[in-house]
Structures are given as C-alpha cells and as structure tokens.
C-alpha cells in the first residue's frame, strides 16, 4: 500500500498564522492530479512539532477528506510519549487514514529494547497499517536493523521510512526484515540507491514541488527504465540539495510560495531562509523553470 512516490505534504498557515485548511485542499487536488502515488500529512516536514493536538487532527481529517479515497494517506502520528502517538493513531484510524507514520522517539533516547515495546504497543492497540520513521539527525538516536526486523514481525506494522543516510543500514533491515516489510527511502537524493537495494519508493519533500517528475522517477525506475531513472535523479538533483539548504521545511515553503502554491510562513523556531540561501534557492527553482 505504501509504496511508489508519496509527498512529504507542508502544512500551510494563512497571514493570521493558523492552518489554510482551504490551501490544504487545493495542495491535496494538485498532488493527486499530478501522479503522486500517496499523501503523508503531519510529519516533519508538516511541522507537526508546533501544531496543536486539535490542528494536528484536524489537518488529518481534511487531507483524508480531500484525497476522498483516490490515493493512500499515511498519517504522521509519532511521538516520544507511546502515551500521545496511541492517542494521534487511534484519531488518524477513526477519520479514515490508510496508515500512521511513527517517528522514533526523541529526546528521551530510549533504548532499543525501549524502541521496540513503544512500537509493539502502539500496534497492539491500534489494528492500523504502521510505519516506522528512523531520522536519527532529528531524534539522536538510531532504531537499529536487528530492531526493525523483530518488529516486522508484529502485527500491524508494515515498513520503515528509512532516513539514516547509511546505504549499509538499508540493505541490512532489507536482509533482515524480509520483503514483505516495506523500506521507504526517507531521503530525496538517496532514492534512487535505496530502490538499488529493494526499496519500494519514498516519501519526498520534493513531491510538493513536482510531484510528476519524482512519481515518474520512481516509477521508471520500478517498471525497468533504469536509464530514464537515472536521468530525471540527475535533473531533480541540484532540487534536492536546494530544499535541505537550510531546515526542513523552510526552503520548500519559499519555493511554494514563490511559485503560488498554499504554503504561508513557518512557526517559530524556525524562521524564513537567510538572504544568502532564498538566493540560492531561487537560482536553482529559476534554472529549472519553475519561477522566473
């Protein structure tokens, strides 16, 4: 189910700081119009760290109800309290999500034995397709291969969106795990070298921009046409770098902005792009056609 090129989706404010649910809307309508194979609402790069419990539903239900079934919705849901990620997951199940995406737990560092009862608690209470996010430069901590394979074994729990960095990694939760637990690459520029491995697809930041080219990457690349692939990762590559310049998801919200899509401010801490970078983002977004 969760698989091919699902979008990473911001959450848009409107001048008053709060959600664009209507802007929301029309970034759902654009995404599927445009290939994307899946939507993940409130993770990272929809700044789930500073939107209320209310917002953070909220924000589920309307994508849910844009996407009206078209296309899968896996739900950011994760927490460093099992306590709040049972309580976001249980919501995402009841208003018609086709899965939660649970992030590592961070700042309390658990440890792996820690990782695997919070995981394997969730899952027990929530009969909910679930997805592991292991970003260890956003939590200090790293769920291990070993780890991830013990909790394929669990009812309920599907794949990992993997954003460690480490290809080597990768190949060993794909050994390890077996084929019918999903690794999802967590990392734009890393796509294609995950696929290399097994990876079924990713869930991209870049998709809010163009999900047609990185849809078609990974779909050329999953039907054989490894050249074609390759050719558009090329092409999307000075993007990818781009849209990390500065914190995800800063750079992609001044793109969308730029190019009059819903996107709106950030919410502190994180503030607008230094003048340096938009400079440096608007050159890449320019030389690709996608501004002038």
């Known amino acids: 189910m969760f698989e091919g090129a699902l979008t990473a989706m911001v959450t848009p404010f409107d001048k008053e700081g709060k959600v664009d649910e ?19 609402p409130v993770g990272t790069t929809g700044e789930c760290a500073t939107l209320s419990y209310e917002e953070h539903n909220r924000v589920v239900e309307v994508v849910v109800d844009a996407a009206k079934g078209k296309v899968p919705v896996l739900a950011g849901t994760g927490s460093n ?3 709040e990620a049972i309580m ?4 995402a199940k009841e208003v018609g999500a086709d899965g939660a995406l649970l992030v590592v737990p961070y700042y309390n ?8 009862q919070h995981y394997k608690r969730i899952a027990e209470e929530i009969d909910l ?7 260890p430069s956003r939590t200090s901590l790293n769920m291990l291969p070993e780890t991830m394979a013990k909790l394929a074994e669990v009812k309920n729990i599907v794949g990992v969106k993997e954003a460690s ?5 990768v190949a060993r939760i794909i050994e390890l795990a077996g084929k019918e637990f999903s690794v999802i690459s967590g990392d734009d520029s890393l796509t294609l ?3 290399k491995l097994g990876g079924v697809g990713v869930i991209s930041v870049t998709l809010n921009l163009v999900p047609d080219k990185v849809a078609k990457m990974v779909d050329s690349f999953r039907s054989g046409d490894v050249e074609t692939a390759k050719r558009i990762n090329e092409e999307l590559a000075p993007l990818f770098k781009a849209l990390f310049i500065e914190t995800n998801p800063g750079p992609v919200k001044m793109a969308m902005n730029w190019m009059g899509m819903a996107a709106g401010g950030l919410r502190l801490p994180l503030v607008e ?5 938009q400079e440096k983002l608007r050159k890449v977004l320019v030389d690709m056609g996608l501004v002038k």
């Open 273 to 277: 792009l230094e003048p340096e970078n």
């Open 22 to 40: 209507e802007g929301l809307r029309e970034n759902v309508r654009f995404q599927i119009k445009c290939g994307a194979h899946g939507l993940v």
């Open 109 to 116: 560092k658990p440890t792996q034995a820690g990782l695997y």
């Open 165 to 169: 960095g480490d290809l080597k990694q």
């Open 81 to 83: 309290s099992t306590w």
């Open 129 to 135: 397709p679930q997805v592991i996010y292991n970003i």
């Open 193 to 195: 070298e995950i696929m």
């Open 88 to 91: 976001l997951t249980k919501h």
